[in-house]
């Protein structure tokens, strides 16, 4: 059974930096690409970043360009979203989803249940 | 704003068919076979229910099918039954700066 676990989340303040994991079991972590999908309380989806199966594709939406960081480790099975420079916006539920092929076709086969990052003052 | 056009909610009763649509542009929808489906149930994550267009992934219930016609992709659910009953969003493939985008999601209620 496919299982994707987040951690990390909690309450930053703005401009403070967080990084979340994602534990993935169940599966050949190394097969298959990886993204992080956001939830704004009571909003709906929206694609934060992805990252292929070698970690050598990269994509970030608009929104986090140049603050966000997506890294995976392969030997782990864990799957990172370093986030910085936060803001208030960036509060949200962010889940750690499997993509249903080895390069990014973004479709998310499978999603944890998210973890919560809240940027306040 | 999405960049995906979405009805805000739509209707039905048990036994029925219903269609929401998701509409795009040519550098979206129209122009590539990379459009999803999602079904999200209040409080849980969300579950993928079609991918590329038309493919349903295994476990996932025949009476929900996809197509696309020009920059409008269309998920049908038919025979509705009360577990149907959510939030559904569609998501494409962009050729723009952000390589994926969602659309606002439709409510869908059985009456």
């Known amino acids: 059974e496919v299982q994707l676990v987040e951690s990390g989340g909690g309450l930053v303040q703005p401009g403070r930096s967080l990084r979340l994991s994602c534990a993935a079991s169940?599966?050949?972590?190394?097969?298959?690409?990886m993204h992080w999908v956001r939830q704004a309380p009571g909003k709906g989806l929206e694609w934060v970043s992805g990252?292929?199966?070698?970690?050598?594709?990269?994509a970030y939406a608009d929104s986090v360009k140049g603050r966000f960081t997506i890294s995976r480790d392969n030997a782990k099975n864990f799957l990172y979203l370093h986030m910085s420079s936060l803001r208030p916006e960036d509060t949200a539920l962010y889940h750690c989803?499997?993509?249903?092929?080895?390069?990014?076709?973004?479709?998310?086969?499978?999603w944890g249940q998210g973890t919560l990052v809240t940027v306040s003052s | 704003q999405s960049a995906l056009t979405q009805p805000a909610s739509v209707s039905g009763s048990p036994g029925q068919s219903i269609t929401i649509s998701c509409t795009g542009t040519?550098?979206?929808?129209?122009?590539?076979?990379?459009v999803s489906w999602y079904q999200q149930h209040p409080g849980k994550a969300p579950k993928l229910i079609i991918s590329?267009?038309?493919n349903r992934p295994s476990g996932v219930s025949n009476r929900f099918s996809g197509s696309k016609s020009g920059n409008t992709a269309s998920l049908t659910i038919s025979g509705l039954q009360a577990e149907d009953e959510a939030d559904y969003y569609c998501?494409?493939?962009?050729?723009?700066?952000?390589?994926?985008?969602f659309g606002p999601g439709t409510k869908v209620t059985v009456l």
């Open positions: 989803t499997k993509d249903i092929k080895h390069s990014s076709s973004y479709a998310f086969h499978h």
């Open positions: 169940g599966f050949s972590f190394d097969d298959y690409a």
């Open positions: 990252i292929s199966w070698s970690s050598g594709s990269i």
């Open positions: 040519s550098s979206d929808v129209g122009g590539y076979n990379y």
């Open positions: 590329d267009v038309r």
């Open positions: 998501s494409s493939y962009t050729s723009g700066s952000t390589p994926c985008v």
